[in-house]
Every structure is written in structure tokens, then in C-alpha cells.
């Protein structure tokens, strides 16, 4: 399955590799421009719609009184067990590779003084190609992420009988970003599409979305695909 999601360019003090100008709309990853004082280095941070469960990051965006928006801030919900999604959403790949998430179960060390260890490793990351992409698009608001398919009804703690991100029992069944070596696969939209391409895109919708029979098909594409 396919979900979209949004991109949050924020401001940050390390060298990210990835730079704003700070006159105008260029992005851009030159490796000298971290030190040019017209540049502005920048994370990504892709957010999804989703509720907020214990160990999730997000992005919170509040706005004062006369409607100004105040500077983003990123959390970790520590100890809630769901949080209402705030405006700004859940984080769910990023450049910023401080956002650590678990990686395992804790153990016990062998050391002399015994202590619990909890692994832990980065949050998914976007691609070198799509950053780069992002960059020639002088950045992106909203990108296709590819997600695993889940089947499952869980019907627990009164949130109805479909898979719900608000219950705790669902939790560790929800869709997750299909990964390959923890970077998550997007799927960028296209500019322009040739009259083939639009031809299958609406046979696939009519004949699986609708009970359009394949005679009626024919009559629209015939009369309104040139």
C-alpha cells in the first residue's frame, strides 16, 4: 500500500549535508556551503497523519494568538500512550540521525556493574537519489511512501473491530514503511504521462474501483482520450 505523506524542512545547527538558501527558494547539497553565510543547513523530517503511540517522534507546530507560527518543535512521546496527532505529524524517516528508536529487546550487561541496555538505531532515512531529487525540485511538500500490508482486526479496548492506531494492542500491527537497508521507499509523482499511461490508470480505477462494465470503458476512453 501507498500513503502519502508530508515533508518538514527545519533549520539545524550541524552540517546535514542538505542547504537552504536563505534568499529565495534553492536547495542544495554542495559540500562547501555549510560555512557560506547565504546558506542555511537543513533535516527533512516525512510525517504521516497517524496518532502518536509510547516511543513515536513528531513535530509539533502551535501558532500564538494573531495566527503567527511558532518555531516547530520535535518530541518523543516518553510515557503517553497515545498522543492526538498535533499539526506537524508523526515522524516516520528523517535525515537527522540523533531520532533513535529501539532496536531490540533490552538485556542485561556482562560487565562488572550489571546494567539494562536498551539497542536502539536511527529512524528510517530517505535515499541519497531522492534527496538529491528534492533538492532539484527546490524542495517537495507532499511524497508517496510506500507501506507494508497488514490484515488484521483486532477489536481490543473498545476502539471498534478495524486495526486502529489509537489502541495499544494494534500497535506492533500497524503498517509500517517498507525499508531497504533502513531507508524508505518513495514514490515521486510525475510531470507530465503519455496517452497509454492515462489509458491503464483508468481502466485499472473503472474496472476494480467501480461497476463499470468494460463496453462503457471503452465508449469514455474512446470518446474523451485523444
Known amino acids: 500500500m501507498n ?4 515533508i518538514i524542512a527545519l533549520p539545524t545547527e550541524e552540517d546535514s549535508g542538505i542547504y537552504k538558501s536563505k534568499y529565495g527558494r534553492a536547495i542544495n547539497i554542495r559540500e562547501d556551503l555549510f560555512t557560506n553565510q547565504n546558506w542555511q543547513a537543513i533535516h527533512l523530517y516525512i510525517t504521516t497523519d497517524e496518532f502518536i503511540n509510547e516511543g513515536d517522534w513528531y513535530i509539533s507546530i502551535t501558532h500564538t494568538m494573531d495566527g503567527r507560527d511558532i518555531k516547530p518543535q520535535i518530541w ?6 497515545c498522543v492526538e496527532q498535533p499539526m506537524g505529524g508523526k515522524i516516520i524517516a528523517t535525515t537527522d540521525r540523533s531520532l533513535k528508536i529501539p532496536n531490540g529487546k533490552p538485556y542485561e550487561s556482562q560487565d562488572l556493574v550489571k546494567v539494562i541496555v536498551r539497542p536502539e538505531k536511527s529512524l528510517p532515512q530517505p535515499s541519497t537519489s531522492f534527496i538529491k531529487e528534492y533538492c532539484d525540485r527546490n524542495g517537495l511538500d507532499e511524497i508517496m511512501v510506500v507501506f507494508n500490508e497488514v490484515n488484521h482486526c ?24 517498507k525499508l531497504v537497508n533502513n531507508e524508505i521507499i518513495i514514490l515521486l509523482s510525475k510531470n507530465t504521462w503519455n496517452r497509454k499511461e492515462i489509458i491503464d490508470l483508468f481502466y485499472d480505477f473503472a474496472l476494480y474501483k467501480t461497476s463499470l462494465n468494460i463496453d462503457q470503458v471503452n465508449d469514455w476512453v474512446n470518446e474523451n482520450v485523444i
Open 3 to 6: 500513503k502519502l505523506t508530508q
Open 76 to 81: 518523543k512521546n516518553a510515557g503517553n500512550p
Open 154 to 177: 483486532c477489536g481490543a479496548q473498545g476502539f471498534g473491530q478495524g486495526l486502529d492506531d489509537r489502541c495499544p494492542a494494534c500497535k506492533d500491527d500497524l503498517p509500517t514503511p
